[in-house]
């Protein structure tokens, strides 16, 4: 049956393949098949799939809403104009050099972009949008000023020279290869990185995720893809002015791609072609922005997700149940350990991490006072105390996620400091949150995969190309991302959005997660919050065999029954300072512990029995 499960898909697949060279061949076509102003319309459409598959990939992977584009293909487009009616150079040389310049301008203004975020991340790329338009008015020695740059010359490709057909041919052709790159970057460690720092960017650096690496990497693709687009529009028109990139035209440019769906590879296509011919087949030339206005509520309030993504959503869970096992997760869980843990174990080594008088202030609130800890190498130290006690504050500073404000940390006897999440991972530092924080965008799977990216992740260029060293990287990441889930006992659909996850099964796929970045020190934030016994005792099974094969844990937890089950060592805090530390069943009947968990009546009643 499972042959027959992945044999259907091969032929789905195979019949997808057919359906897209069917559609390319149909429209390869229509240069014959329809008249100039209709060409005209498809030519513009292949512009605008062209700009925003690449606008797709820094909103939809990378969460970044750029209101501003049209001046990144401005600047594509003049460049390339000017150069060529300047001096005379060929289409292929400025193109090549509108597209550097779209990049390296738009390194500038990706700087600033990225690193404010929020609200002021959009209103970076408009007023970027408004100086360029502003620019092009004034620099009459450059843009010429309102009246723009005529007499552009047509790509030529030794005696022919391209007419509308070709430029139209050749705009399929271009529209094509990048939807496939966007696609191919979907499917890698690359693409995963992006969307993992949207989703969450705490999560994510605590898997070593830099977030300015990838959004810097989605931002350079999408100036390029913009500039080139840009370059194409002003040689087959023969003419540019600023009014072709305005406001207006920036927020086409979103509007496609919210329309279409963000994120999903067709969506330019699909929101690019209501876009183009709905004005059109409406009349309504006059009122576009007020139209405009209108599709983008009503998108916004009945498909969020945009038409692509609302429709698979919905095709989703009806193709879902056809869907069989995947055979590859049956790789031999035992060489997955071998590769696993084998950095988790140093000869000689007794103490994984010492914290020496840690403080960390907020405000006047003194969440951790001279906080001292050792962690022996090879065990479980539970962290335990009421609520408020600092322990969480604690992993956060051990992590990096906060800085302390005094003290000092070794990791394998040298010395620590831990700046941030991310570098702190690279240190073999793995942790999980008090609350589920997988990346619910992502399946069970690329959860776990994203895990790896750090460790594996190929080139940018190699994951646009999906190159065969690419490929090999992602068969290896996905077969030990099958049997970390192996290992933690997970037995659901691995291919399902994380977001359907019940969210004690969410707990367990965090913890692969965390384990897929190969770490020697653990930090467990209540992993057994809101699981079922069941799940409770496979959690306790994992917690001993990932010990049992040297790795270290910190685990932070309120169930005192798994407390004393699992932990080598318990440290109690309360009020931010530790009030004792010694073997489970020390410090679990310890007169302090018990006063500061329940008050002074239950120690009076304990020292009576």
Known sequence: MNQLIRQSFGYRAAAGWIAGLAAIGLLAAGPWMVDTYYLNLLFMIGIFVITCTGMNILIGYCGIVSIGHAGVMAIGAYMSSFLSTKYGLSFWTVALLGMLVSLLIGSLIAIPTIRAGGVYLSMITIAFGVVIHEVLIRWDAFSGGPLGISGIAKPQVAAYTFDLKGMYLFVLALAVIALLLARNLRRSSW???????????????????????????????????????????????????????????????????????????????????????????????????????????????????????????WLSPRLSKFAGKD???????????????????????????????????????????????TVASGTIHSLVGPNGAGKTTLLNVISGLYSADQGSFALHGKTLVPRSLSAVAELGIARTFQHSRLFKELSVLENVMTGMTKRERSGFGSSLLRTPKQLRAERVMEERSHALLDL??????????????????????????????????????????????????????????????????????????????????????????????????????????IQAYLGGEEVAASAEH
Request: no cysteine; hydrophobic share 50%.
């Open 488 to 593: 933690i006992g997970y037995e659901g659909d691995r291919h399902m959005p994380a977001s359907q996850l019940p969210y004690g099964h969410q707990r367990m796929v965090e913890i692969a997660r965390a384990l897929a970045t190969a770490p020697s020190l653990l930090l467990l934030d209540e992993p057994a919050a809101g699981m079922t016994a069941a799940e409770i005792e496979q959690l306790e099974e994992l917690l001993r065999k990932l010990v049992k094969h040297g790795m270290t844990v910190i685990l932070i937890e309120h169930h005192m029954d798994f407390v004393q089950r699992v932990s080598d060592t318990v440290t109690v805090l309360d009020f931010g300072k530790i009030i004792g530390t010694g073997s489970p069943e020390q410090m679990l009947s310890d007169p302090r512990v």
């Open 327 to 373: 055979d590859r997760r049956t790789i031999a869980i035992s060489g997955l350990e071998k590769g696993l843990f084998s950095a988790s174990l140093r000869a000689g080594e007794k103490h994984m991490l010492v914290l020496d008088g840690i403080n960390k202030h907020f405000g006047g609130l003194h969440a951790l006072k001279d906080v001292s800890l």
């Open 191 to 313: 693409g995963r990185a992006m969307i993992a720092t949207k989703e969450n960017e705490i999560a994510a650096a605590s898997l070593g995720i830099r977030k300015f690496t990838v959004q810097y990497a989605g931002f350079a693709i999408s100036a390029v893809l913009a500039g080139l687009s840009g370059a194409i529009y002003a040689h087959t028109n023969s003419f540019i002015s600023p009014d072709t990139y305005n406001f207006q035209t920036s927020v086409q440019l979103v509007l496609i791609v919210i329309l279409g769906g963000a994120g999903r590879v067709l969506g330019p296509v699909i929101g690019a072609a209501i876009i183009v011919f709905l004005p059109e087949v409406l009349d309504m030339e006059k009122l576009r922005m007020a139209l405009y206005g209108g599709i983008m509520f009503a998108v916004l309030f009945f498909l969020p997700k945009g038409i692509v993504g609302t429709l698979a959503g």
